[in-house]
């Protein structure tokens, strides 16, 4: 229902002819420099676009193209990972974010489902095994920088259809006790809710459950939310998190926050969706 409204507008506007928007990757939001094709895609994402739509379609082709070597991103090599190694995982997790039908990014998942279905198989996070299966089934050394930490955002988003009953569980308690959270999405231990539920710090902390509610076989140990959520209705059965919330990545929604009605209206949308996610 936000497909047409000018938030959308502007972002598709500012999409290139390739199917990227300027640099590829930061998901942090600069409000004093270009926008990243990462930055597009998360909003667009939460606007409601899906593959389906033209502007995905480009992007994922686009992405594909970088993946297989066709093309490239234009951004700095960083030296803090291996930089292959991060690319490929980037591109497959934004991929695979809007389609399971690309045999490229599927594979790379498949790979890191692999690495964390090892360092998982005695039901217990083994960081030693971690690095044993990253360097075997990724086959690739870091060169001088350090292994990925996969709880962050792109391995957790990556592997949510990868990993069995057994391991998403185990996936699911390490993660929520982790006292720093996910990276690049909330830096807090998940399993502990907010102070505050009108806050900036509460719509992160919503992104985060969104991103492991994808996790089918382990969306049970995230009821606890959802009881948060009933209990931070407001008198109208409605949710309002406040103006704080307008980070012009999950909020707005609408046009147009003048009205506290039209803002209620965003929230409760948002939040409805992801106790649906939970519950099914």
């Known amino acids: 229902?936000?497909?047409?409204?000018?938030w959308a507008k502007q972002l598709i506007s500012l999409q290139d002819n390739e199917g990227k928007w300027?640099?590829?990757h930061s998901l942090s939001q600069f409000y004093n420099a270009?926008?990243?094709t990462e930055q597009a895609l998360r909003r667009l994402e939460c606007l409601g676009y899906t593959i389906e739509d033209e502007c995905i379609q480009k992007a994922v082709s686009y992405m594909d193209d970088c993946l297989i070597g066709k093309n490239t991103i234009p951004d700095r090599r960083e030296k803090v990972h291996d930089w292959?190694?991060?690319t490929s995982m980037i591109l497959s997790t934004?991929?695979?974010?809007?389609?399971?039908?690309?045999p490229h990014a599927n594979k790379v998942a498949g790979q890191w489902g692999n690495v964390i279905s090892a360092a998982f198989s005695d039901g217990t996070f083994d960081y030693d095994e971690y690095v044993r299966a990253y360097h075997e089934i990724l086959g690739l050394k870091p060169k001088g920088g350090r292994l990925i930490d996969f709880v962050n955002f792109y391995p957790i988003s990556?592997?949510?259809d990868c990993l069995d009953k057994k391991t998403q569980e185990a996936v699911m308690d390490y993660v929520l006790d982790r006292n720093n959270?996910?990276?690049?999405?909330?830096?807090?231990?998940?399993s502990v809710l907010p102070q505050f539920f009108e806050s900036r710090e509460a719509s992160r902390y919503?992104?985060?459950?969104?991103?492991?509610a994808r996790y089918k076989h382990a969306r049970h140990k995230l009821y606890f939310v959802i009881d948060w959520l009933n209990d931070n209705k407001n008198e109208n059965g409605k949710w309002d998190m406040g103006k704080s919330v307008n980070d012009k990545m999950y909020f707005p929604l609408s046009d147009d926050w003048r009205k506290k009605e039209t803002r209620e209206a965003d929230c409760t949308e948002r939040i409805v969706n992801l106790i649906t996610a939970i519950s099914n």
């Open 1 to 6: 229902m936000h497909k047409d409204g000018k």
């Open 34 to 36: 270009p926008i990243t």
């Open 22 to 24: 300027g640099c590829f």
């Open 84 to 86: 292959d190694i991060f």
């Open 94 to 102: 934004w991929i695979r974010r809007f389609t399971h039908d690309n």
């Open 181 to 190: 959270g996910i990276y690049y999405i909330y830096d807090k231990k998940i």
């Open 206 to 212: 919503l992104a985060a459950i969104e991103l492991l």
């Open 158 to 160: 990556l592997l949510n």
